[in-house]
DNA sequence: CGCGCGATTGATTCGGCTCAATAACTGTGG
DNA sequence: CCACAGTTATTGAGCCGAATCAATCGCGCG
């Protein structure tokens, strides 16, 4: 499945700036390129699994990825998604928990592994990374208490018309303003917390009140306003 | 409202090794000690509020403290609680963005104040007590996963079984099996996020199959097995 | 002892889930 | 390049959990 391919060298890396990485000289990127390895996973394929213990920090060279736990009936809910400067699995090794998500490649992902050891030397070594880390998890924490108080207390019409915002901020909009990744409607379900029929309809809804357009996998967001007014106000 | 109080001593303080400051020494405690302040706030008074800027971290020394979020209509989600030994308000420094949550007092508490200086201090300078940070931010995470997957995919009662559980995680029971901390049924409510009424009902529900019993606000786990079951599995 | 808030119970409504059937789409091999 | 098989998307009907609204009860507190 996975393949390991060379090295991508972390100074060169166009990501490095905007990750926990961007405080690190150039002697520590050097032994950071010798520590890692890189494979690629292709569409689909499950980069780790939840449950299981991490030996080091992954940390997404190129592509898309989902993170999501399974729950009590095996229904998946996605938790968060990771592109291309964004790691993965340290809150797993932070706490010493077994992962509490799985991490699968929405499209053909390179991804990058630091051993565990690597990633606690620089902890140890370089408060700058710790406090990036710091800063990581608390972000976190603020974006998850957001979530749950959604969860617990909006309509799903609202959440979705949340989730396509929070998925233009993640991912970006192409040159005709359509979300930049492509997900089923049941993964956009399973973000929402609801069933995959109410995400069509729900869709379909937005669609006939003018504030998106539909063209297969493709939503383009046409009044970003009125969604931001929608997912914050009632109906 | 609050009122300013002599500061207990850091080093005599019973929840300390439980703490993130469980790895300080001596000379780090003093000027603890000596940084610090301390107030008594008193039931239903808040400690701070979501949406401002913390001047530094909050550490509970006696009571127990509610954390919870207002949602869109106002209504209110309990995020979490603390009790003596936690620290609040990190996130936002680390984040550098507004408190996510308020903080109410659930009964009279007295609450240790540590400015920011002195915790980002301990920060650079401390590497055990940055990976003390971190581990409880990483912690964080892994909680609120599992809550968020649960309010997305849990019926309510389901819900309020695993709240039932996870309060004695957090307080415990008193000599009776019942669940050491007063809760109106609206706060309840607002932890497994639903309405004042359907917990009555679900709790009513819950007693009429012998797991728990009802004393007014006191609540008594008969059943904590038949509980746990019910939060696992449907219905 | 009475007032008022919190708790409880009942009736009704509605959002959203489930089940079922069809249609559109994707990739695969002939 | 087309036919086929297996998904994935869509639509419809029916049902159920849970929210809302309304009224009463009971307890704690002043």
Redesign the interface.
Same mark, same amino acid.
């Given at each position: 499945m996975s393949k390991r391919v060379p090295n991508p060298k972390c100074a060169s890396c166009g990501s490095r700036h905007k990750s926990v990485f961007c405080s690190l000289n150039s002697e520590q990127l050097i032994e950071l390129d010798e520590e890692k390895s890189c494979d690629i996973y292709s569409k689909g394929e499950a980069i780790f699994k939840e449950g299981s213990y991490p030996r080091g920090l992954f940390c997404v060279n190129k592509g898309k990825v989902k993170l999501s736990?399974t729950?009590? %009936?095996g #229904?998946e809910?996605i !938790?968060r998604f990771a592109k291309a400067g964004d790691v993965m699995g340290?809150?797993?090794? !932070?706490?010493? #928990?077994p992962l509490?998500?799985t991490a699968t490649a929405l499209e053909d992902a390179s991804i990058c592994f630091i051993p565990a050891k690597e990633f606690f030397s620089l !902890? #140890?070594?370089d408060?700058r990374f710790? /406090?990036n880390? !710091? %800063?990581l998890?608390?972000?976190?924490?603020?974006t998850?208490?957001? /979530? /749950?108080?959604?969860?617990?207390? #909006?309509s799903s019409k609202?959440r979705l018309a949340e989730m396509l915002l929070w998925l233009k901020e993640t991912f970006g909009l192409d040159e005709d303003d359509c979300i930049d990744v492509k997900l089923s409607r049941e993964e956009i379900a399973s973000m929402v917390?609801t069933a995959t029929e109410a995400v069509i309809r729900l869709l379909s809804d937005l669609k006939k009140k003018g504030l998106i357009h539909l063209d297969g996998k493709k939503i383009q967001l046409v009044d970003i306003h009125g969604l931001a007014t929608l997912a914050?106000?009632?109906d």
């Open positions: 736990r729950g009590a %009936e #229904k809910q !938790l340290y809150n797993s090794m !932070l706490s010493n #928990k509490a998500a !902890l #140890k070594d408060p710790s /406090l880390m !710091l %800063e998890t608390a972000k976190n924490w603020h998850a208490s957001r /979530l /749950l108080t959604d969860m617990a207390q #909006k609202q917390g914050e106000l009632n």
